[in-house]
């Protein structure tokens, strides 16, 4: 019973359809938006609370929105071993990225429970409400309150409607306190580590016919706003020489971020935004704004490249006559795997009948934010269309979700009788 409840092809099918069903809710008919507490978003919640109550576990949702399922252990005291990942999306995403670390573990639980296996651990699987960050600008939202970092001025936040994050979570029926929020704050001392299944959102195991990799490390990551102000002038007779143009100034300074960043192999550094508010093509631009993220595999090379990015963005500002504002707005630190949980992930890929590959994570995940409170570790699972991701035409296949579903399985087993033995 247990084997065909926890085969590769019954896990790897589940969760593809599971992810096919959540696909259904957004915010947008015509592409997969969900933002946090949106009623897509709230419909999204529901169904996972719903797999995991049939998959045997204690559900709740918690102050923040966040579903929790727990598979009780062998033991009533038996320490805790926590997964997951987030289930918001950024605009127009993709239907795996954060998800996949949800799914795979319902389904797994699921198996486990259908057979009557329990494991010397309890087994918590957190399904975070916001990560991504896209209606209240607030990353890590959900993850930063389980590790006691949650900051309450976000409570006051605005989204672009002008409601305030504590009033779109009353609304949703969540108390909107910062003292409901604090008690979210998990005790150390409880964990026995946190495990996160991701897309790897690139693609490198794609290029290496691999269809799992263990994750080392996570990149950190510096996100600033930038705002170049010059002067609004008519663009038929203000000679050349006398322009001080903010959006050519924009230009060189975002080609000096690509300059700098490409002196590094981890390092790599974006202008995702650009805009020149209230622009006129007969206009010099008065105005440009643009984003900034920088990131790489460890944070002395990120933050020398951030030092020598600001400094060349100053000085073409002063070149070109035009004032330059910086506003930090995130600075997250590179989160190093557990060496312990990394040589057990990478024995139970060897088990499972794969090359075992090590690769670092450029992309931010809640696993780097629960680092503060534990061990953590990640399992990369390969992603099709070129490695694309944050987008539609994301995609993966039911063969890999269920080779990463068995070393799931494995990796959760061993880990709970070492907990089990201590």
């Not at 409840?5 to 069903?21: H, N, V």
């Not at 897509?40 to 929790?68: K, T």
């Not at 930063?144 to 002008?162: K, M, P, Q, T, W």
Request: aromatic letters at 4%.
């Amino acid at each position: 019973m247990s084997e065909k409840m926890l085969s590769a092809a019954s896990l790897g099918a589940r969760i593809l359809q599971m992810a096919g069903q959540l696909s259904r809710h957004s915010d947008q008919p015509d592409a997969l938006t969900v933002s946090y507490l949106s009623p897509a978003h709230r419909a999204v919640a529901q169904d996972l609370a719903g797999w995991m109550r049939e998959a045997g576990m204690r559900v709740e949702i918690d102050a923040l929105g966040n579903v929790v399922g727990r598979y009780a252990g062998a033991h009533p005291d038996a320490p805790v071993l926590m997964t997951g990942s987030h289930f918001d999306t950024v605009r127009d995403g993709g239907r795996y990225d954060g998800r996949l670390g949800i799914l795979l573990p319902i389904a797994v639980v699921a198996g486990l429970n259908a057979s009557g296996e329990r494991l010397p651990c309890e087994l918590e699987i957190v399904a975070f409400a916001d990560e991504e960050g896209l209606r209240f600008r607030s990353s890590f939202l959900s993850s930063s309150a389980l590790v006691g970092a949650f900051d309450a001025a976000l409570l006051d936040r605005a989204d672009a409607d002008g409601i305030a994050l504590r009033d779109a979570m009353r609304a949703a029926g969540l108390p909107g306190t910062e003292a409901s929020i604090r008690a979210l704050a998990r005790d150390r001392r409880q964990l026995a580590g946190y495990v996160e299944v991701h897309i790897e959102q690139g693609p490198v195991l794609l290029d290496r016919g691999l269809p799992v990799g263990i994750v080392t490390s996570i990149a950190g990551s510096v996100r600033m706003a930038a705002a170049v102000t010059g002067l609004a002038s008519h663009a038929g007779t203000t000679p050349m020489t006398m322009r001080r143009d903010a959006a050519a100034a924009a230009a060189e300074m975002i080609l000096a971020v690509e300059r700098r960043c490409s002196q590094a192999p981890t390092l790599v550094g974006t202008v995702g935004m650009l805009a020149v508010p209230n622009g006129s093509a007969n206009v010099v631009p008065g105005r440009c704004d643009f984003s900034l993220d920088i990131r790489a595999g460890d944070d002395a090379t990120r933050d020398a490249a951030v030092a020598d990015v600001v400094r060349e963005c100053e000085a073409i500002a002063s070149r070109r006559g035009v004032a330059l504002s910086l506003t930090p707005l995130m600075r997250v630190p590179c989160a190093r795997c557990a060496p312990r949980l990394v040589d057990e992930l990478e024995a139970c890929v060897e088990r499972a009948g794969v090359q075992a590959f090590r690769l670092p994570s450029g992309a931010g995940h809640d696993a780097m934010m629960m680092a503060r409170l534990t061990e953590v570790c990640m399992l990369f699972v390969r992603c099709g269309n070129g490695g694309i991701s944050h987008n539609p035409l994301e995609t993966m296949t039911a063969d890999d979700a269920g080779v990463a579903a068995g070393v799931f399985v494995d990796f959760v087993r061993q880990v709970g009788r070492q907990v089990g033995r201590r």
